[in-house]
């Protein structure tokens, strides 16, 4: 198989994936992130305990669709050399596209149901293999988005400059990490199914064609009538 069907098999299994995956992320979108609303009030009060959570929603902004949080200080803090105190009038909101959730599993799946395979078996255990990769960090992406976008505003009052892991990996997932880490899971997903890296198949031997060694072994052949 040449170089150029293999290509032309990737992008045709890539554009069919894209047609089921992307419109069905679209539609699962509002409702899978009302269900994990849960999860990411959870995850948010672990990633920055100094911040309470009153109230964690999807919601419409400006036409678009988001998932908003409004904290507060949840106890004594220090920034810099700034010393916080819980105060109920104290209240700050960020949000973030709901849209961003579904950024990394749709990478997953998409490359992993591109990927090479010999039978639909597989396929269907890469993209398993994958969700699952996937779901470990759905419940703490938004949530870790959020909560950076909040303590930016206390950093950016008290202590500019300031360097903060979470901000880190904020500015990594908003900037195409998602899409990144998504296309690493799908890939981890189907070296895992596989064993290997995809093999381009070569084609059958002819059953016409004999080996050198067995043509040497069965001697000259005579044409013709006896000498």
Same mark, same amino acid.
């Given at each position: %198989?040449?170089?150029?069907m293999?290509?032309?098999?990737?992008?045709?299994?890539?554009?069919?994936?894209?047609?089921?995956?992307?419109?069905g992320?679209?539609?699962?979108?509002?409702p899978? #992130?009302?269900?994990?609303?849960?999860?990411?009030?959870?995850a948010f009060?672990?990633?920055?305990?100094?911040?309470?959570?009153?109230?964690?929603?999807?919601?419409s902004?400006?036409?678009h669709?988001?998932v908003?949080a409004?904290?507060?200080l949840?106890? %004594?803090?220090v920034?810099?050399?700034t010393?916080?105190w819980?105060?109920?009038?104290?209240?700050?909101?960020?949000?973030?596209?709901?849209?961003?959730?579904?950024?990394?599993?749709?990478?997953?799946?998409?490359?992993s149901a591109?990927?090479p395979?010999?039978s639909?078996?597989?396929v269907?255990?890469r993209?398993?293999l994958?969700?699952?990769?996937?779901?470990?960090?759905?419940?703490?992406?938004?949530?870790?988005?959020?909560a950076?976008?909040?303590?930016r505003?206390?950093?950016?009052?008290?202590?500019?400059?300031?360097f903060?892991?979470?901000?880190v990996?904020a500015?990594f997932?908003?900037g195409?990490g998602?899409w990144?880490l998504?296309?690493? %899971?799908? #890939?981890?997903?189907a070296?895992a199914?596989?064993?290997?890296?995809?093999?381009?198949p070569?084609p059958?031997?002819?059953?016409?064609?004999?080996s050198?060694?067995a043509?040497?072994?069965?001697?000259? #052949?005579?044409?013709?009538?006896?000498p």
């Amino acid at each position: %198989m040449s170089g150029r069907m293999v290509g032309w098999a990737w992008v045709r299994r890539a554009l069919i994936g894209a047609a089921v995956v992307v419109p069905g992320a679209a539609l699962i979108a509002d409702p899978l #992130v009302g269900w994990l609303i849960p999860l990411y009030r959870l995850a948010f009060e672990t990633l920055v305990p100094e911040l309470r959570v009153l109230a964690l929603e999807t919601t419409s902004q400006g036409g678009h669709h988001v998932v908003l949080a409004k904290v507060t200080l949840a106890r %004594m803090t220090v920034i810099g050399q700034t010393v916080l105190w819980p105060d109920a009038r104290g209240i700050a909101t960020a949000s973030t596209p709901l849209a961003h959730a579904l950024h990394m599993p749709t990478a997953a799946l998409l490359v992993s149901a591109a990927w090479p395979a010999a039978s639909a078996g597989r396929v269907a255990a890469r993209v398993l293999l994958a969700v699952g990769l996937a779901a470990v960090w759905i419940p703490v992406d938004v949530p870790a988005v959020l909560a950076a976008n909040l303590w930016r505003i206390l950093l950016d009052h008290h202590a500019p400059g300031a360097f903060s892991p979470l901000l880190v990996w904020a500015g990594f997932v908003s900037g195409g990490g998602r899409w990144m880490l998504g296309a690493a %899971m799908g #890939v981890a997903a189907a070296l895992a199914v596989t064993g290997r890296t995809p093999v381009r198949p070569q084609p059958p031997a002819s059953r016409l064609s004999a080996s050198p060694a067995a043509r040497a072994d069965r001697g000259p #052949v005579r044409r013709g009538g006896t000498p």
